[in-house]
């Protein structure tokens, strides 16, 4: 079955530090994994995408197969980063697609 | 912004009621999508609507329904309500239906508490 873990549900962290949010997924074809990200009182939108190999206001994320990870990293953490994060997987079941969430993670910066 | 309409943003219902919750999609977009947003569960997808037609459906309740109409609108009709239907429930749209390829452009979401 597809299923996309996020294991933190809260990540405080101070301003310059780097940051990590952890995503796991398991599914049975070849994965394909973005990010959303939802500000406070804003829409959710998508903030990168693991095809595009991008940085997105200074994040990335690596797909690693071996260890079905697609940890979002920044090196150093701006107030602004603080929102609640999505990490999102790809999905085809039975000729249908879809897009699966984790749980999510609210990022805290503190100045 | 956008370009995704949601409404209403808030509604306030008494369980066992019925509501209905509109989506406008970005102009051009054929595909819609549901989502429900809730603390326990986090963003769980409920249904997904190509040009009119079903495409995909997830974690919907028998209760639930929606529909897209001929002008790409959607609606998501919640039936029968219970105090856990209380949630955020957001629309999606993309152009093709695609969600691995398309970028998915989300709404603000309708809030709904069920008291």
């Known amino acids: 079955a597809q299923r996309v873990t996020q294991p933190e549900k809260l990540l405080s962290v101070f301003k310059g530090a780097p940051v990590e949010l952890k995503c796991n997924y398991s599914y049975s074809g070849s994965p394909e994994l973005f990010w959303y990200v939802q500000y406070s009182r804003q829409r959710l939108q998508l903030l990168l995408r693991h095809i595009s190999r991008e940085s997105i206001k200074g994040f990335t994320a690596d797909l690693n197969k071996g260890e079905t990870s697609f940890h979002l990293k920044k090196p150093f953490a701006q107030e602004e980063d603080s929102a609640m994060y999505y990490c999102a997987l790809f999905s085809v079941l039975q000729g249908a697609q879809k897009l699966v969430f984790g749980q999510g993670t609210r990022l805290t910066i503190n100045p | 912004d956008s370009g995704v309409t949601q409404t209403p943003k808030h509604l306030i219902t008494a369980t066992g009621q019925r509501v209905t919750l509109r989506c406008s999609p970005r102009?051009?977009?054929?595909?819609v999508y549901w989502y429900q947003q809730s603390l326990d569960q986090g963003l769980q997808f409920l249904i997904q609507?190509?040009?009119?037609?079903?495409?995909a459906k997830g974690n919907i309740l028998e209760r639930f329904s929606a529909q897209q109409f001929p002008d790409l609108h959607s609606e998501l009709n919640l039936s029968s309500l219970e105090l856990g239907d209380s949630a955020l429930y957001f629309c999606?749209?993309?152009?093709?239906?695609?969600?691995?390829?398309?970028?998915?452009?989300f709404g603000e979401g309708s809030w709904l508490t069920v008291v």
């Open positions: 102009s051009g977009d054929l595909s």
């Open positions: 999606a749209s993309s152009p093709r239906g695609q969600a691995g390829r398309d970028t998915i452009y």
């Open positions: 609507y190509y040009n009119g037609e079903e495409r």
